[in-house]
């Protein structure tokens, strides 16, 4: 069989966790920053986790990280 290609913008984007969950980076800390909090803007640093629902369209471009 061959080896399915790993989607290179999501490798990018996604990391997985030791237990295997997704890690990705939060919105809206790009621009327009003048209006928003040091505490939102400090909060916005900080990895989120990939929501349940959309966990299983993730796994799928990120085929070879751990299941």
């Known amino acids: ?3 399915i290609k790993t989607c290179r913008g999501a490798a990018k ?3 997985y966790t030791g237990s295997g969950k ?3 980076a939060k ?3 790009n621009h327009i ?3 928003k ?3 939102r803007k400090r909060n916005l ?3 989120g986790i990939v929501d349940a629902a959309d ?3 993730m796994k799928a471009l990120l085929p070879y990280g751990k299941k």
């Open 33 to 35: 920053l003048t209006k």
């Open 55 to 57: 966990e299983p369209r």
């Open 22 to 24: 997704l890690r990705r």
């Open 45 to 47: 640093r900080q990895t």
């Open 37 to 39: 909090s040091n505490k």
């Open 27 to 29: 919105a809206f800390k």
């Open 13 to 15: 984007r996604f990391r």
């Open 1 to 3: 069989m061959p080896k």
